[in-house]
Each structure stands twice: as C-alpha cells, then as structure tokens.
C-alpha cells in the first residue's frame, strides 16, 4: 500500500497539465515540503518556506479585517499564477500555472485536487 506522502505525490502529479498546471507542493503552514510535483528549476524548500509566509501573511491581515481567513492567495506574476489554499487546519495546496490560465478554472481544479489532498491527509 502506497505511503500518504506517495498518494499526495500522485495526486500532485495528476494536477500538472491540466488547466495550465505547472507545479505544485503540499506543504505544512509552517513551510516544510510535504510532497511535491515542482520544476526542476524550483527549489522546494524555499518555495515552501516562501508559500507558507505568503499565505501566513494574508491570513495575519484577514484576521485584523475581522477574523476570517483568506480561502485562497493568488499572485499573478507576467508569465505565471501562483495559487495557494488551505488543505486541512496544518497543510495548505500550493499550485503553479501558466499566466495565461483563467483564474476561475484555476481555481475549481486547486479546490478539487486540495479536497483529495485533504482524504489521504484524514486517513
């Protein structure tokens, strides 16, 4: 029977292609690798650590706003689009794409893989 980091990594490797999917990693809040499906021109652990502070950061400035979280960060850069979410109270779904991708769809296919990701997590 497969580990949980290898049924993540399958998961994660199912994402790439599709809708413009590139990358991604699972990673805990505190910006450990967990599992990832990266280029190979992307190192992991900084892409982790800066995922997580990104995301820690956003939910900093929610949390003043009134207490509720963000669901979701999106970073749009020229030629790429960065999703992360959350994936259980300890894990967030960081997802890279081409910059062209609709953010809607983007978006629909990182909440379908980030409640995949959640299952094998709850296991």
Known sequence: MPT?????????????????????AVISRDGLVVSSALPKSINPEIFSAMSATMMGAAETTFSDMGGFAPDSVIVRAKDVLLVAVGAGPEMLLVALASGDVDTDKILTHI??????????LEE
Do not use: P, W
């Open 4 to 24: 949980k980091r290898e049924q993540m990594e399958d998961i994660l490797k199912g994402m790439l292609g599709t809708n413009g999917v590139e990358g991604g």
């Open 111 to 120: 909440t379908k893989t980030e409640k995949k990701i959640r299952a094998v």
